[in-house]
């Protein structure tokens, strides 16, 4: 508890915010700490000292995989820089793999942060999904509309310079 206190008091969030992003729930309550870490069986393709790659159980498409981290990072903004640079190497090597094993057409790499952005499970994974002509797997969003006066102000709001 004391931990949670030291969490509570860094972020200002409640005791329910922090449940939800799963930052908290450690090895005993995260799924994918226990599948990364063999407590639960999975379909592994690859695993080494830092990472599981297993098999997604509701596939976008055939092939569907997940890089996760055998430590427990709630996400992006928690992930360790060091894991961050082999987690997109190793997307990289196993989506070459993967394209000559399944011949796909295309491939997506998504990774999902927070419940806004469709995460479900709050410990990171970077998902690897081969893609096929019409497989109808909707990767996709509704282009909008963008004024000059606002790509002008968010450059000013994001840009490092
Ligand atoms: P998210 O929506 O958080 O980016 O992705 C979570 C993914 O994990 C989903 O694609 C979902 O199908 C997958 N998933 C959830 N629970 C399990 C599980 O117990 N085993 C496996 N292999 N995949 C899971
Ligand atoms: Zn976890």
Same mark, same amino acid.
């Given at each position: 508890?004391?931990?949670?206190?030291?969490?509570?008091?860094?972020?200002?969030? &409640?005791?329910?915010? #922090?449940?939800?992003?799963?930052?908290?729930?450690?090895?005993?309550?995260? /799924?994918?700490?226990?599948?990364?870490?063999? *407590?639960?069986?999975?379909?592994?393709?690859?695993?080494?000292?830092?990472?599981?790659?297993?098999?997604?159980?509701?596939?976008? &498409?055939?092939? +569907?995989?997940?890089?996760?981290?055998? @430590?427990?990072?709630?996400?992006?903004?928690?992930?360790?820089?060091?894991? %961050?640079?082999?987690?997109?190497?190793?997307?990289?090597?196993?989506?070459?793999?993967?394209?000559?094993?399944?011949?796909?057409?295309?491939?997506? #790499? @998504?990774?999902?942060? *927070?419940?806004?952005? *469709?995460? &479900?499970?709050? +410990?990171? !994974?970077? !998902?690897?999904?081969?893609?096929?002509?019409?497989?109808?797997?909707? /990767? %996709?969003?509704?282009? *909008?509309? @963008?004024?000059?006066?606002?790509?002008?102000?968010? @450059?000013?709001?994001?840009?490092? &310079?």
């Amino acid at each position: 508890m004391e931990q949670i206190g030291k969490i509570r008091q860094s972020t200002g969030d &409640t005791l329910a915010e #922090l449940i939800e992003r799963g930052r908290i729930m450690g090895k005993e309550n995260c /799924i994918f700490c226990k599948i990364a870490n063999g *407590g639960i069986p999975s379909s592994t393709i690859y695993e080494d000292e830092d990472f599981r790659v297993f098999l997604d159980l509701n596939p976008a &498409t055939k092939g +569907h995989a997940l890089i996760v981290p055998k @430590v427990h990072y709630a996400d992006l903004f928690e992930l360790d820089d060091e894991l %961050a640079v082999k987690a997109i190497l190793l997307a990289k090597r196993l989506a070459e793999r993967m394209k000559d094993a399944l011949g796909c057409d295309g491939f997506n #790499l @998504v990774q999902n942060n *927070g419940a806004a952005a *469709g995460q &479900t499970i709050f +410990h990171f !994974h970077l !998902h690897l999904i081969p893609r096929y002509e019409q497989d109808g797997a909707g /990767i %996709a969003w509704n282009p *909008g509309k @963008v004024s000059s006066e606002e790509l002008k102000e968010l @450059v000013q709001l994001i840009s490092e &310079t």
